[in-house]
């Protein structure tokens, strides 16, 4: 069973950064989509980022310039740079993969099928 542990969150002042971390194991992880979602108070989980099996990224208007995906497939490992963070972007944020070699590659949420437990971030003013 393909698990992924989420790590790096915590609290931040507006303007700060954070590396959100993901690593995943239980399967191959080379081969699949995986990406980052956030669920803020009050909204539904929504997309933030995703990267394909090629290591092409995919950003929502909100995180385009100032977020950035990565994968190292050889650490099983995916990332995620926050950074000019916002009140805005304090939520829960999960990363998720989708089945091998998965062509839906895209920030809506039904493509993934495994998630992690989610890790908080906070930003304060």
């Known amino acids: 069973q393909v698990q992924l542990v989420e790590s790096g969150g915590g609290s931040v002042q507006a303007g700060g950064s954070l590396r959100l971390s993901c690593v995943v194991s239980?399967?191959?992880?080379?081969?699949?989509?995986t990406g980052w979602f956030r669920q803020t108070p009050g909204k539904e989980r929504e997309g933030v980022a995703t990267?394909?099996?090629?290591?092409?990224?995919t950003y929502t208007d909100s995180s385009v310039g100032r977020f950035a995906i990565s994968r190292d497939n050889d650490k099983n490992t995916l990332y995620l740079q926050l950074n000019s963070l916002t009140l805005e972007d304090t939520g829960v944020y999960y990363c998720?993969?989708?089945?091998?070699?998965?062509?839906?590659?895209?920030?809506?949420?039904?493509?993934?099928?495994?998630w992690g437990q989610g890790t908080q971030v906070t930003v304060s003013s």
């Open positions: 990267i394909d099996m090629d290591g092409s990224p």
């Open positions: 998720a993969a989708t089945q091998p070699y998965w062509v839906g590659c895209s920030l809506l949420s039904y493509n993934y099928i495994f």
């Open positions: 239980g399967g191959t992880y080379s081969n699949r989509c």
